[in-house]
């Protein structure tokens, strides 16, 4: 099992940029996909996709709304997946989640195609 820690998020204002980080510990994250999806705290709904990278870091898919704003990367010697997110609105505002694809040819779009789900961090984006 890997442990995700979500780092990076805050407050920040409708154009800024924030990076995110999603560090594994325990066992090493560089065989897995990573997925980010994230939770606004008021919809009440299940998480929403965001973005996701293959384990060598050589694709990845983006949801629609993260399109050309939202780039996902990875580290693998630091065992760690970034999401720089730019030109942030206040819709963008929501806890965000790190998860390990649970296996190849898994739907990236399903949560729950991952597992070992970090604890999230908060981004708050002000109008």
């Known amino acids: 099992q890997v442990q995700l820690v979500e780092s990076g998020g805050g407050l920040v204002q409708a154009g800024g940029s924030l990076r995110l980080s999603c560090e594994g510990s325990?066992?090493?994250?560089?065989?897995?996909?990573v997925g980010w999806f994230r939770r606004a705290s008021s919809s009440g709904k299940e998480r929403e996709f965001v973005?996701?990278?293959?384990?060598?870091?050589?694709?990845?898919v983006y949801a629609d709304s993260a399109k050309g704003r939202f780039t996902v990367s990875r580290d693998n010697a630091k065992n760690t997946v970034y999401l720089q997110m730019n030109s942030l609105k206040p819709e963008d505002s929501a806890v965000y989640y790190c998860?390990?694809?649970?296996?190849?040819?898994?739907?990236?779009?399903?949560?729950?195609?991952?597992?070992?789900w970090g604890q999230g961090t908060q981004v708050t984006v002000s109008s």
């Open positions: 973005a996701f990278i293959t384990s060598s870091g050589g694709s990845s």
């Open positions: 998860g390990k694809k649970v296996r190849l040819g898994l739907e990236d779009r399903l949560v729950s195609s991952y597992e070992d």
């Open positions: 325990g066992r090493t994250l560089s065989s897995h996909g």
